[in-house]
């Protein structure tokens, strides 16, 4: 087990690049109409436009609308949980600056922490940044690297001990663990809407920052580690 104070716990949330189908530059839909045909659930039903909500989960057709990060300090019952999010409109901001904690953050044995994040969080940054122009930092940084050396934790990968049948949700370890989560009126499928329909950038860093809490308890569970207490978690301004 990594020291915990060694782990950066994220989580991303992303969006598509464009507030519908209709407003992409015509090169942009052509690429996507091209995508949606494997997309569809109900094929006569389904067409490019009634899938694009589903684009921000793909790097070429997406972005990053907010990085939330979380770091645990003491040991023990009094150890803390500090969060720090990154979110506003421009993604090349946002990408910057975690880029620059990460570099801050970096040193030996140092990881990153995500859920799901080997196949979904840390290659979709990794994308992200190379599209904005911007240098892959260290700890994201996979080229090259047997397994062992990438420094990259996966609760769910945790959770499966090596059986790569099925994908279990942050939400559904956090039941089996008895760790309360908020029951709040925005999921993963509305993170879209809220950015470009209700333009909410506070809700959804929230909403990010509460599924972080919920990844570092969870890893916390999964090795056995007692939780950290709601009154230590600190949340930074963003």
Not at 12 to 34: C, D, G
Not at 72 to 101: N, P, R, V
Not at 206 to 220: A, E, G, N, R, W
Request: glycine content about 6%; aromatic content about 12%; some cysteine.
């Amino acid at each position: 087990m990594h020291p915990l104070n060694n782990i950066l716990f994220i989580d991303i949330e992303t969006v598509p690049q464009y507030s519908s189908y209709h407003v992409m530059p015509e090169e942009a839909r052509l690429f996507w109409n091209k995508k949606a045909e494997g997309l569809k659930r109900d094929r006569e039903a389904d067409v490019p436009e009634s899938v694009y909500p589903r684009a921000g989960i793909y790097a070429e057709f997406g972005k990053v609308a907010c990085i939330s990060c979380g770091i645990i300090s003491g040991s023990g019952e009094d150890k803390k949980l500090t969060l720090k999010s990154f979110c506003c409109d421009e993604e090349k901001t946002i990408l910057a600056d975690f880029c620059e904690l990460l570099k801050k953050w970096a040193g030996p044995d140092k990881v990153l922490c995500a859920h799901n994040g080997k196949e979904f969080d840390f290659p979709y940054l990794s994308r992200r940044m190379l599209v904005n122009h911007l240098s892959i930092p260290g700890l994201l940084q996979s080229a090259g690297k047997r397994p062992w050396e990438i420094p990259h934790l996966d609760t769910m990968e945790l959770w499966k001990f090596g059986d790569y049948k099925n994908y279990t949700s942050l939400n559904l370890l956090a039941y089996l663990f008895g760790i309360p989560t908020p029951k709040d009126d925005i999921d993963g499928s509305m993170v879209w809407s809220v950015y470009w329909n209700e333009q909410n950038l506070k809700r959804i860093v929230t909403y990010c920052q509460k599924d972080v809490i919920t990844l570092t308890q969870v890893y916390l569970s999964i090795h056995g580690e007692p939780a950290i207490k709601t009154e230590n978690i600190e949340l930074k301004p963003w």
